[in-house]
């Protein structure tokens, strides 16, 4: 990576800045849709992500769609199948693991999500399942240039990110704000109680919460594969992805949909804006380009200290 | 501040987004007194009792107990300066025993620190001995001794009032807010608590500041009541004053309207208020 | 009533016996060690000593967790960014200071002689710059929320497993090292492959002397008015506040005291294994120590003796199912929580359990 500050440098920075803020939207927007309803971390939601990618080369290959002479519809098509499949295993951990906790105390389901997390990382390394080798899916669509302006190539993926999210996105907040259950999901967040007193079914809004946050972070799973290698379930790399679009969560204010993609953005900015120029500012130190991971962390620190409801947040206060 | 002024009160308000939860109140508590703080429910009381305690700041006005002045310390300060308190909602400390609940409280006013404690000082061994004999004559005062090692979530309502009562003491205060001390219990436990409270006075000498809703209990014991509507002080007198105070009845009953269908002669007669 | 400090002067012991006391579980601890050492050790083994050693170091690392977790009820899983910490440091002050002053990169002296001497000061010195952390980290984030506080911690132990990273690497030639001070070689930890040919000091008998002590304190702490602070705070931080603790201070106490021994913990197992990885001590490391603190008891100093038992003895014991290890414990984790939340144990020690009170009667009822 040349530490030249040209125009068209910048302009390859900025796609590469939409295109992973995107990827921390869509997996943030599922932290921040469960933490509104039933106020606590799912710890598991990154696994989702990773098993995304995963369910998609499972049915990518069952369809014969890798390799060379894969059809157009066949990226669409798995990306639909992955988001329906995990919006299911989504909706099944809840049932099975968080239902029963539902009135036990915070940290009880914090660690329970954890041991889902693990479940689910582990069953991934299984033979029977997906193993312990990294593989690919990029061969699912070929990642051809779409055009090229002042000598920056504009690849599919890239613009195939920008557009899925901005789509999802307004999708998403379509539902929650004009639709019935968008009605009932944002009573259920402000107050559980009242909402079921009113008629809200509260365990139908739970589930649908849960498919659609599953549903997001698989198209960000099979999104983040095809921009990099489908490593194996248990790799740091997705517990890390997971972590930072919590953070974009948090940061963003917890619970506030548009709060998740503004926090996206921001942690996107400062891990591709900054890390770029900070690396381009100190050539001659070459750890500067392994901090990637602390500035999401401090920006994290900072603001709960400062605001922990986030940026877009609001404060809440308990009754004594 | 006179000497003989155990906590003072001064124009405390505070409103919580826009509304105003708490206007302009004041109040002065002489030391060895017994007053009450009633009102409707949500007028108020609690919150009152709140910002002495530290949970809210408030936005005007102080609260001074004697030279010091405490409002905008945090709660636990406020407490080891003096003031205590119980919940409305009971708050005690679940898991552990009653005796622990109460060797917690009086466990602050102990000086050992970290290492004293780690290596069982003769300090350290000492004051655990002082805290776990005051908390035991605590739980006698309050009658619930025998239940010493029992875990006080499986005590029965009464007996944990009773114990918040008794950590309350512990953390030898100048200053004893009690909220609701007596809410959900019978006739009998009424009774005994009422000659209770009254005799704390003088076992401890604290000042006792008190918010219920049992109208009996309150008019019979306490030297003067203040009452409070929506925030507001409306009313502030001697038991009797209060009583025959129209705009107190008011508070509580609503005014009678004007074109009432049932004529008077026909209505049930008015349940006791509580 | 007579107030808590005016009773204070009539309840003072006697103070030879308080002092006498006050020492006596630590010699103990000191002589069991030693016994666990020379005999117990070579009785069962070689594979057996090893799982014994891991064992205490478990109890040690969970021990001090539980004072945070179990005690305060915080969730902190950092806690292998302290043990990461204290690694370092130890491994630093032994492994360069063996070429400085001794002249070699082996295990010198023999028991108690310079070598161990040094080891125990490396084990120390970790255990402090872990303190320290423990505040840098524990003072502001100890405000936090629990969910919250579980996310700060993570992203404590991720900066440091990077921060370890990124350091430089580890000259392994004895001339090259002589030619800088100490204060020099600060810096050059191993970077991303990590510091090793660290000498083997770690005995059973330094394990256990460790987690004895930890033991002897966390009981003691329990059992105390400072113990009790702790306990109140997780139960109902409110009320705590209310009734005059300062529920930061003593958070942060926890904290700082478990940072401590997490770095006494990471240092013997620094040089136990010999080498120091931060990729090895990251989250899942956390996660493991976590583990033991939820499955055996959150707050039972005796439920994590049994939590930390098990869970390094069964897998060793269950080697050919090493693959189904981790879904293993991680339904044992998401049934516990289901069914048990507060452990095995739950807050209680063995002799408060009904059970044993049962099997207490039973048992002097025959030796009548």
């Not at chain 1, 079921?196 to 960000?220: C, E, I, K, P, R």
């Not at chain 1, 953070?247 to 204010?253: I, L, Q």
């Not at chain 3, 414990?329 to 044993?356: C, D, F, H, K, N």
């Amino acid at each position: 990576m040349s530490s030249s500050l040209t125009a068209g440098d910048l302009l390859q920075t900025t796609i590469n800045f939409l295109a992973v803020g995107g990827l921390y939207a869509l997996i943030a927007l599922g932290y921040t849709l469960v933490y509104g309803i039933l106020r606590f971390i799912n710890f598991a939601h990154s696994d989702i992500v990773a098993w995304g990618g995963w369910i998609a080369l499972t049915v990518a290959s069952g369809f014969g769609w890798l390799g060379a002479g894969s059809p157009a519809f066949a990226l669409p098509v798995v990306l639909l199948m992955t988001m329906v499949i995990c919006a299911v295993m989504g909706v099944t951990i809840e049932r099975l693991a968080y239902r029963p906790l539902r009135k036990a105390p915070r940290l009880n389901v914090l660690i329970t999500a954890i041991g889902v997390s693990l479940f689910l990382q582990n069953v991934g390394l299984l033979k029977k399942f997906f193993g312990n080798r990294p593989s690919t899916i990029s061969s699912l669509m070929e990642n051809k240039v779409l055009a090229t302006i002042g000598g920056v190539q504009l690849r599919l993926f890239d613009m195939m990110t920008i557009l899925l999210t901005l789509i999802l996105v307004i999708l998403l907040e379509r539902f929650v704000y004009r639709t019935k259950m968008g009605r009932g999901m944002r009573a259920v967040a402000f107050d559980e109680r009242v909402a079921s007193l009113m008629g809200v079914n509260v365990n139908q809004v739970v589930a649908v919460t849960f498919a659609l946050g599953s549903a997001l972070a698989a198209a960000g799973g099979i999104l983040f594969a095809l921009r990099n290698d489908l490593r194996m379930t248990a790799d740091s790399s997705w517990v890390l992805l997971g972590l930072k679009a919590f953070v974009a969560a948090v940061v963003g204010g917890i619970g506030n949909v548009r709060g998740a993609a503004a926090g996206a953005m921001l942690i996107a900015f400062v891990e591709v804006f900054v890390h770029r120029y900070v690396i381009a500012a100190f050539p001659d130190k070459p750890w500067v380009g392994q901090l990637q991971d602390i500035y999401v962390f401090g920006i994290l620190i900072l603001v709960l200290l400062f605001k922990p409801s986030g940026l877009l947040g609001k404060t809440t206060v308990e009754k004594v | 501040m006179s000497a003989n002024i155990a906590l003072s009160i001064q124009n405390i308000s505070i409103a919580f987004g826009g509304l105003k939860a708490v206007s302009e109140f004041s109040m002065e508590l002489p030391r060895g007194c017994l007053y009450g703080l009633i009102g409707p429910n949500g007028a108020g009381k609690t919150t009152v009792f709140n910002l002495l305690t530290g949970v809210y700041k408030p936005d005007t006005g102080s609260v001074g107990m004697g030279k010091m002045r405490i409002d905008g310390k945090k709660p636990n300060q406020i407490a080891r300066a003096g003031m205590a308190r119980t919940f409305q909602n009971i708050r005690l400390f679940g898991e552990l025993s009653v005796l622990d609940n109460v060797r917690t409280a009086a466990g602050i006013r102990t000086r050992s620190g970290l290492f004293r404690t780690l290596f069982r000082s003769p300090l350290h061994v000492a004051e655990e001995r002082a805290v776990t004999e005051r908390s035991l004559e605590l739980l006698d005062v309050l009658g619930i001794r025998h239940r010493r090692d029992e875990q006080s979530k499986s005590l029965p309502y009464g007996d944990q009032r009773r114990l918040e009562i008794a950590r309350a003491l512990a953390t030898e205060p100048k200053v004893l807010l009690l909220d609701e001390p007596v809410a959900g219990m019978n006739t009998q436990e009424k009774m005994e608590m009422r000659g209770l409270i009254q005799s704390l006075r003088e076992q401890f000498g604290v000042s006792i500041l008190l918010i219920e809703h049992d109208m009996g209990l309150v008019m019979d014991i306490c030297e003067q009541i203040t009452v409070i509507d929506h925030g507001v002080t409306i009313a502030k007198g001697s038991p009797k004053e209060i009583q025959g105070n129209p705009a107190v009845i008011e508070a509580y009953l609503g005014v009678p309207d004007e074109e009432d269908p049932i004529p008077a002669a026909d209505r049930a007669p008015s349940e006791e208020t509580n | 009533m007579k107030s808590v400090q005016e009773r204070v002067a009539a309840l003072r012991p006697n103070p030879a016996v308080s002092i006498g006391q006050s020492i006596v579980p630590f010699v103990v601890a000191i002589a069991l060690a030693f016994l666990i050492d020379k005999f117990v050790g070579p009785a069962i083994g070689a594979t057996w000593a090893k799982i014994l050693l891991d064992v205490g170091i478990a109890i040690l690392l969970a021990g001090s967790l539980n004072v945070v977790n179990g005690y305060a009820g915080q969730f902190s899983i950092g806690h292998a960014g302290f043990m990461l910490v204290g690694g370092y440091a130890a491994a630093w002050l032994t492994f360069y200071g063996s070429v400085h002053w001794f002249g070699t990169k082996e295990t010198y002296g023999g028991f108690l002689g310079d070598g161990q001497l040094l080891f125990v000061g490396g084990c120390i010195l970790g255990g402090i710059i872990a303190a320290l952390l423990g505040v840098l980290v524990g003072l502001p984030s100890l405000r936090l929320r629990g969910d919250y506080l579980a996310i700060v911690t993570l992203g404590f132990g991720e900066i440091v497993r990077v921060l370890g990273q990124i350091t430089d690497r580890q000259p392994k030639n004895m001339k090259v090292i002589k030619e800088q001070t100490m204060g020099e070689l600060a810096n050059n930890l191993g970077g991303a492959e990590g510091f090793s040919q660290i000498p083997g000091y770690t005995t059973l008998f330094f394990v256990y002397v460790m987690a004895f002590v930890l033991l002897v304190l966390a009981y003691r702490l329990k059992y105390s008015s400072k113990g009790r602070e702790l306990l109140a705070v997780r139960e109902n931080e409110i009320a705590a506040e209310a009734m005059g603790v300062d529920t930061t201070r003593a958070k942060v106490v926890a904290f700082v005291f478990s940072a401590f021994f997490a770095g006494v913990g990471g240092s013997l197992y620094a040089h136990q294994l010999g080498a120091l990885d931060p990729k090895e001590l990251g989250f899942m490391k956390s996660i493991d120590l976590v583990i033991i603190v939820v499955i055996g008891g959150m707050g039972s100093i005796t439920g994590i003796v049994l939590g930390a038992t098990i869970l390094v003895v069964l897998p060793e014991v269950f080697r050919s199912f090493a693959d189904y290890r981790m879904i293993v414990y991680a339904l044992a984790l998401v049934m516990v929580m289901i069914l048990r939340p507060q452990g095995i144990m739950g807050v209680q020690e063995l002799w408060e359990t009904s059970l044993w009170r049962k099997l207490l009667g039973k048992f002097r009822g025959a030796a009548k």
